[in-house]
């Protein structure tokens, strides 16, 4: 039995740590894109990465990195502020990570204590490098309706 449990904590122990490291890569892009630094948000992102948002064109490494750019300049109106990941979930088996958060974010210029949410599932691919972002579909949280 003994043995039993420590090969199931030998197995598990990986998992915890990738998952850790995921959560680590997802809140080094927030605080690069809220520092103004585009480039360091998509650092781990793969070179094929699909995003899908509702209502637009799927987006590719080359759309998502000037995306950021207009973003994460760090002036003027509509360019973030701050940027916090709230995560439900991260889970790893192998060489895949899925992600699961709802990101808020304030952006300059929102009136006062105004944010905008978003939930977000993200997949990672283990590869020689490390962690990279591979897939991923984000979404506003609906605003609760005022009755």
Partial sequence: MMSLILSFMLVAAPADKGADEVRALILAGAQACAAGRPEEVVAHYSRDIVLAYPGVP????????????????????????STVPTFHEVTVMDKVAIARLTWTTRLRGMPAGATRQLTDFQVWRRGKKGWEFVRGVHYPVPKPSSS
């Fill in 58 to 81: 799927d987006s590719d490494y080359a759309a998502i990195l000037a995306g950021y750019r207009r973003l994460c300049r760090g002036e003027g109106e509509g360019t973030v502020e």
